[in-house]
């Protein structure tokens, strides 16, 4: 999956913004004409960025139609956004792509892309919640039956019309992803949108209202509406929602276009008026988050550095990595980022994600081993049998009979001063890691 390439200067001031309301069928071509018409509009309105809803694609008839007609993001139908973002120089939000996995082509994820004015892909989302409802007699949607999930936060990218957090629709009822997104620097949250009549009636204003209020983000929802076939049927109500929860561009329910100003300013005045990032109680709750690092970065186990190479996996506050002198095959460690000795030095937020992580090794280890049991232990403080001073956990794969009596504590005491043991080279741990790399 493609994320961010390239870090762009953060955007500042007013910008202008188009919202689109469609309403997609199993016709590609016509889809595909009417937002155009309303990507030419957005261009001589001078937008610099224009939102297309969920499905702007196509919405198939049913179930096998949604899994068929689904297309690669660089296949010649997606060209021809690109070449629109280029001609009327114009980022695009191109939500809920039907986007085919070209290695299981029977389950495509629903993706919603970036696209920037050179017609590149900036950052790729998939939808991480699928949304499955059946209210009898009134409404029955099973997404997961033709989509699958993804499993993947994605940070907010940088856009000319401010730093802006990817959801797809359903993602809307699930607070913590907008959170993540303000945190990670979010003034935008976007959500394109197929949201179905029953529920949209129900709750889109205010989801979108509360999201948009709580995050203090602008809320930008790009809608379908109408009836897609004798079977689906979308509530409609594009919109855009400043920081403060005021409606300020909405379409009714007819195939149509708003449009929006969106005042960066604004947002951080508010921010700065009512700062309640800073009233939270980081103390008592925190939103703990699975996300896994991309960048490769050389860190340190207590003074020693540890090569990228070595390291295979990491998080915004552990890393996983091979052993110098393992005890078993398949013996590695984890800590946090942070160089403190003691657990008790973490914060909750490190220490969470250090055992989680650990966690999701230590299944890796035991599925790559073959193995069903593991030891996890951490060694806190010298008397203790510590020999580095930065916290870290062990994962040792463990095999029937391996350690006599269990006798692998008094051995992971030991085994770094056993003069037989010597450290291994460089190129076997960056093996071992590449191994593991891949499987994690
Ligand atoms: W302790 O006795 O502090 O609980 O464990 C320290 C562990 O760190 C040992 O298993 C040791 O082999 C390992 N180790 C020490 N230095 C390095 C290094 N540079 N890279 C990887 N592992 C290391």
């Known amino acids: 999956m493609l994320t961010t390439v390239i870090r762009r200067t953060m955007a500042t001031g007013r910008h202008f913004i188009a919202v689109c309301q469609m309403t997609s069928d199993n016709d590609l071509e016509k889809n595909f004409d009417i937002a155009k018409s309303m990507i030419e509009r957005a261009g001589e309105r001078k937008c610099e960025m224009v939102f297309l809803p969920e499905c702007f694609d196509f919405i198939g008839v049913n179930k096998n139609e949604q899994v068929d007609l689904a297309m690669t993001a660089d296949c010649v139908y997606m060209q021809r956004y690109r070449d629109l973002a280029k001609k009327h120089n114009v980022w695009l939000s191109l939500g809920g792509l039907h986007h085919k996995d070209p290695s299981d082509h029977a389950h495509p994820w629903n993706t919603h892309l970036i696209i920037d004015s050179q017609g590149a892909t900036c950052v790729e989302y998939n939808k991480l919640h699928l949304f499955d409802l059946e209210i009898p007699g009134k409404v029955r949607l099973m997404e997961s039956e033709f989509s699958k999930a993804g499993n993947e936060m994605v940070p907010p990218v940088e856009t000319p019309v401010g730093c802006l957090g990817l959801s797809i629709c359903y993602d809307v009822r699930f607070p913590e992803l907008s959170l993540w997104n303000r945190q990670r620097g979010a003034q935008l949250l976007s959500f394109p949108s197929a ?101 490769t970065d050389d860190l340190k186990f207590a003074e020693f550095p540890i090569p990228a190479s070595h390291i295979f996996y990491s998080t915004p506050h552990s890393f996983a990595f091979v052993n110098l002198k393992p005890v078993t095959d398949g013996h590695v460690l984890i800590s946090p980022k942070r160089v403190v000795q003691h657990l008790t030095d973490l914060t909750d937020a490190e220490t969470a994600d250090l055992f989680i992580v650990a966690k999701k090794v230590q299944a890796m280890l035991e599925k790559h081993h073959n193995v069903k049991a593991s030891t996890i232990c951490v060694q806190d403080g010298k008397e203790a049998g510590q020999t580095v001073p930065h916290a870290h956990v062990h994962i040792l794969a463990r095999r029937s009979g391996d350690f006599g009596d269990n006798e692998i504590y008094q051995k992971l005491a030991s085994h770094d001063k056993e003069p037989e043991r010597k450290p291994r080279s460089k190129e076997t741990m960056a093996e071992e890691a590449e191994v593991y790399r891949k499987l994690m």
Request: aromatic share 8%; net charge negative.
């Open 195 to 295: 949201f179905t009549l029953n529920t949209g009636l129900a709750h889109w204003e205010t989801l979108l209202r509360a999201r948009a209020i709580e995050n203090q983000c602008y809320v930008v929802a790009a809608a379908q509406t109408g009836a897609h076939n004798p079977k689906r049927q979308s509530y409609g109500h594009a919109m855009v929602v400043d920081p403060w929860g005021a409606v300020v561009a909405q379409c009714s329910e007819r195939v149509d276009m708003c449009f929006a100003e969106i005042d960066l300013s604004y947002v951080a005045s508010l921010r700065e008026m009512q700062p309640v990032f800073s009233h939270r109680r980081s103390d008592l709750y925190t939103l703990h988050v699975n996300e896994r690092n991309h960048e």
